[in-house]
Nanobody, 125 residues
Framework: QVQLVESGGGMVQAGGSLRLSCAAS????????MGWFRQAPGKERVFVAG????????DYVDSVKGRFTISRDNAKNTVYLQMNNLKPEDTAAYYC??????????????????WGQGTQVTVSS
């Protein structure tokens, strides 16, 4: 089992940037595909970005393409989400998740034991 801890959230004005980190313990992340998801108040948790085990494949929801970048450092057991040109509609709790299968990450079908606790991102206009 892998334990995930997100950090880097905060409050920022529209147009600003934040970098989220997801640090893993318990197991090496190098065998897992990883994803970032977000949940706004009153809404369902949705997929934002995914990265396969090697970092050679990434996918993004259309609303963040060109603004967000997912990356990973397997040596540090950490996954990142660089968020630029933030918009008020990006306001949400952001969660990272892990799964051995990349297809499960991009579909959001990740087991309950493989989610972090979340970090809040608030973007003001």
């Amino acid at each position: 089992q892998v334990q995930l801890v997100e950090s880097g959230g905060g409050m920022v004005q529209a147009g600003g940037s934040l970098r989220l980190s997801c640090a893993a313990s318990g197991r090496t992340l190098s065998t897992y595909a990883m994803g970032w998801f977000r949940q706004a108040p009153g809404k369902e948790r949705v997929f934002v970005a995914g990265i396969n085990w090697s970092g050679g494949r990434t996918d993004y929801v259309d609303s963040v393409k060109g603004r967000f970048t997912i990356s990973r450092d397997n040596a540090k057991n950490t996954v990142y989400l660089q968020m630029n040109n933030l918009k008020p509609e990006d306001t949400a709790a952001y969660y990272c998740a892990a799964d051995p299968m990349y297809s499960m990450v991009v579909r959001g079908r990740v087991g309950s034991d493989y989610w972090g606790q979340g970090t809040q991102v608030t973007v003001s206009s």
